[in-house]
């Protein structure tokens, strides 16, 4: 069963360092998209990416963060200046028709 | 804002029992999404609506998308144990593309006692 890769699964940084999260999607997939979720809470859309540009954002997806496609494999997010409610479990997912996601297992990340 | 509200919120029940999981929205989707997500794990896709009124069923799980596409139903016939996590719906509003954003609803927890 194909699945989406995401490393690390765990990543602890201090306030205002900046962090990248990895992703590798399913290799046949052209849609790609990072959720967030904060303990407790909903699962947050972030961004959405096609056809290297980003499709969508939403008002979470400020400018500390940015996402790239650096080698047609890996799909990366980046937080610049880490803030303390940046913390969460963020999720990649990718689609090959933008119906049914498959996400990875999350890179829970710790800003303290 | 678009919002799936999901209930109940936590359901306990025993083993072989029914239940059902209902997701509902003021708004129309173009298609709705049902997850199960584990402790630490990413949401895992259990089925996938589009057609108002439509039915699907895996196994024990009988999935509904209501007529008017705003609300969608989950049910479960006899459930086990291995039924236990979260449950949730997730949804995209109607022209939002391959592109667009999903919607997710609060989740179900669902506890199966043996």
């Known amino acids: 069963e194909p699945e989406v890769t995401q490393t690390p699964s765990h990543q602890v940084t201090q306030m205002g360092q900046e962090v990248i999260l990895r992703c590798v999607p399913i290799?046949?997939?052209?849609?790609f998209y990072w959720y967030r979720q904060i303990l407790g809470q909903k699962v947050e859309f972030l961004v959405s990416f096609y056809n290297n540009e980003i499709s969508e954002k939403s008002e979470i997806f400020d400018d500390q963060f940015s996402v790239e496609r650096p080698d047609g494999s890996n799909f990366t997010l980046k937080i610049r200046s880490t803030k303390l409610e940046d913390s969460a479990m963020y999720f990649c997912?990718?689609?090959?028709?933008?119906?049914?996601?498959?996400f990875g297992s999350g890179t829970r990340l710790t800003v303290v | 804002t678009q919002l799936l509200e999901q209930s109940p919120q936590f359901l306990s029940i025993q083993e072989g029992e029914n239940l059902t999981v209902y997701c509902n929205s003021s708004s129309v989707f173009s298609s709705l999404q049902w997850y199960r997500q584990e402790p630490g794990e990413g949401p895992v896709l259990l089925v996938t609506v589009v057609t108002g009124g439509e039915v699907k069923k895996l196994k024990r799980l009988t999935f509904q998308f209501g007529d008017a596409r705003k609300d969608s139903s989950l049910h479960i016939t006899a459930a086990q144990t291995g039924d236990t996590g979260l449950y949730l719906c997730a949804a995209k509003r109607v022209g939002s593309g391959n592109t667009g954003k999903l919607i997710f609803g609060q989740g179900t927890t669902l506890q199966v006692k043996p």
């Open positions: 997912a990718s689609s090959d028709r933008g119906h049914g996601y498959t």
């Open positions: 290799s046949n997939h052209l849609y």
